[in-house]
C-alpha cells in the first residue's frame, strides 16, 4: 500500500492553476542530462538518474571528483584538520560511512567516501573530469547548447543536451564574500588579508596578531586554531548566534536530535534543546556577548568543537563588529572597546549563493522563491539544481532524496508518464512549506530534514505514477 502523501505535498498538490496557462514543451530523451558538478550533490543527482534509467553526462573542473572536499581543487574552501560539520551518522548519499572512522569525520575521509560511492554506484566512467562549464543557450528545437572547457582542448567543444543540472555548490572559493570598505582598508595597510576559504592552516600565522571577522561555524573553528600559535587572536562578532554543543550525553548532538526528538511536539523539541544548549554552552551573555535577536531553532546555529574552551581560557577575544581597519588597526562598534592594530585578518563572512542561467526575482533576498521544491526551474523543464539546504543534521542526505525526485522527474517524462503535465503547470506555484516552525527566521534554503524530504518523496511517488 502506497504511504499517504504529506499535508505540506496536498496542499501543494490541491492549489488552483491558470487554465490558460500554455502548457510547457517537453526535454528529448533522445539527449543526455548534463550534471555539473561532482561533488556531493552531483554524484547524488547521476546516482538517481542512473538507478531511473535516465542518460546522462557529468562535467568536473578538477581533475578527479569530491567537489571542495577535495583539498586539491583550487575551488577548496577545506583547511588543514577541518571536519564535516555534521557527524558521519547523518552524513551520507545512502551508504553509511565506516563506523570506525570518528563521529565527525575528517575532510579528507569525506572525500575519500565521495571517490568510493562514485566507483561502487559506476558513476566514474560517465564524467569528464577537468571540464568546466562555461555557458549555455536554447537551441531551435529546445534543447540545450552547452559550451564546456576541457583541459586538454584548446577550443571549447559543444554538447546538446536534454537538460542541465546543476550541482555547483555554494561554499567554495568563487561564491566568496567579504565586506569590500574592510577589505581595501585591510589591502592598503599591507596586512596578510584573506577569506577564510583560503585559509588553510594555523602555522602561517604564529606569532602574528591576527584578527577573525565572523563567527560562523569556520570563523570559530579558525578562530580556536589560530589562537594556539598567534600571539593574539580576536574574533569579531556582527550579531550573536547560538552556540550548541558537538556531543550530547556522549553522542552526537545531530544523531540525538534526529533519533529522538523529530517526533516530538516543536516547543518540546525547543524546550529540550534550550536545556542542552545552557547545560552544555550557556547563554552567549556569559561570554559578553549580546543576546541573540532570535530563539534557537529559529536560525542555524553554530557548533562547538572547541571554541569556547578557547574563549574561556582567553586565547579569543571576543569583540564586536569591526568598523574601520584603516592604516592596519582595527576599530569596533562598541565604543569601550579599545582599537588595536594586527598582522592578519580572516573574513570568514559567508558565500553568495548563486546558480548559472537562474534569475532572482528577489535580488538575492530569497533565491529559494525561484525554484520549485528547491529543485525545479519555474519555467524551464530543462534546468534543475541540486541546491543546497540547511537543516539540523547533514544535507548529503537531502541531495540524495533531490536527486531522486530530480530523476523522477526526467524518466516520468520519457516514458509519457500522466503527472509530468500537471507538474509542470505547477511549476510555478509556491513550493510546499519545507519549514515547519524550524528556521522561520531563516531564508527559504534552511528546512525541516523530516519535512522536505518527505515532500520529495511524496513528489517522486506522484509523478512515477
Not at 140 to 151: E, F, M, N
Not at 210 to 224: C, F, H
Request: aromatic share 10%.
Amino acid at each position: 500500500m502506497e504511504p499517504k502523501p504529506s499535508r505540506p505535498f496536498r496542499s501543494w498538490l490541491t492549489q488552483p492553476i491558470a487554465e490558460t496557462a500554455a502548457p510547457l514543451p517537453s526535454t528529448d530523451p533522445a539527449l543526455p542530462v548534463l550534471v555539473v558538478g561532482a561533488g556531493p550533490a552531483g554524484l547524488a543527482a547521476m546516482a538517481g538518474l542512473k538507478q531511473a534509467g535516465v542518460a546522462f553526462q557529468g562535467v568536473e573542473g578538477h581533475s578527479r571528483v569530491g567537489g571542495i572536499w577535495d583539498q586539491t581543487n583550487p575551488l577548496s574552501s577545506v583547511y588543514d584538520g577541518m571536519q564535516t560539520n555534521t557527524s558521519r551518522h547523518t552524513t551520507h548519499l545512502g551508504p553509511p560511512m565506516p563506523a570506525e572512522w570518528p563521529d565527525y569525520p575528517h575532510s579528507s575521509q569525506a572525500r575519500t567516501y565521495l571517490a568510493d560511492f562514485a566507483r561502487e554506484r559506476q558513476l566514474d566512467s560517465h564524467i569528464w573530469c577537468s571540464t568546466r562549464f562555461e555557458n549555455a543557450r536554447k537551441s531551435p528545437t529546445g534543447s540545450w547548447i552547452v559550451t564546456l572547457q576541457r583541459a586538454d582542448q584548446q577550443q571549447p567543444t559543444e554538447l546538446e543536451c536534454r537538460a542541465v543540472v546543476f550541482a555547483t555548490g555554494v561554499h567554495h572559493q568563487e561564491r566568496r564574500v567579504v565586506p569590500p570598505q574592510l577589505w581595501e582598508e585591510a589591502k592598503a595597510a599591507e596586512l596578510d588579508v584573506r577569506h577564510s576559504s583560503q585559509y588553510r592552516g594555523a602555522a602561517e600565522f604564529a606569532g602574528k596578531r591576527v584578527l577573525i571577522v565572523g563567527i560562523g561555524n569556520s570563523g570559530s573553528d579558525i578562530a580556536d586554531m589560530i589562537s594556539r600559535t598567534a600571539s593574539r587572536t580576536v574574533l569579531a562578532v556582527r550579531s550573536t548566534p547560538w552556540i550548541v554543543p558537538s556531543m550530547v550525553f556522549g553522542r552526537p548532538s545531530d544523531q540525538l536530535a534526529d533519533d529522538t526528538t523529530n517526533w516530538l511536539p516543536y516547543w518540546i523539541q525547543l524546550t529540550s534543546f534550550q536545556l542542552i544548549q545552557r547545560l552544555y554552552i550557556g547563554h552567549p551573555r556569559k561570554l559578553g556577548l549580546d543576546s541573540p535577536n532570535y530563539q534557537l531553532l529559529e536560525k542555524f546555529a553554530i557548533t562547538d568543537r572547541g571554541f569556547m574552551q578557547a574563549v574561556r581560557e582567553g586565547r579569543v577575544i571576543l569583540r564586536s563588529n569591526v568598523t574601520s581597519l584603516k592604516d592596519g588597526t582595527a576599530t569596533f562598534a562598541k565604543p569601550d572597546q579599545a582599537a588595536e592594530p594586527f598582522d592578519a585578518v580572516i573574513f570568514a563572512t559567508g558565500y553568495n549563493r548563486r546558480y548559472p542561467l537562474l534569475d532572482d526575482p528577489t535580488d538575492g533576498k530569497n533565491l529559494a522563491d525561484a525554484l520549485s521544491f528547491l529543485i525545479f526551474h519555474r519555467t524551464e523543464p530543462g534546468l534543475a539544481y541540486m541546491a543546497e539546504t540547511i537543516a539540523t543534521r547533514g544535507c548529503w542526505p537531502i541531495f540524495a532524496e533531490q536527486g531522486n525526485a530530480m530523476a523522477a522527474y526526467f524518466a516520468a517524462e520519457q516514458r509519457g508518464g500522466k503527472n509530468v503535465a500537471a507538474f509542470n503547470a505547477r511549476r510555478g506555484l509556491p513550493s510546499p512549506d519545507f519549514k515547519g516552525k524550524v528556521f522561520s527566521k531563516a531564508d527559504g534554503f534552511h528546512v525541516d530534514y523530516h519535512r522536505y524530504t518527505k515532500a520529495l518523496q511524496d513528489l517522486g511517488a506522484w509523478l512515477e505514477r
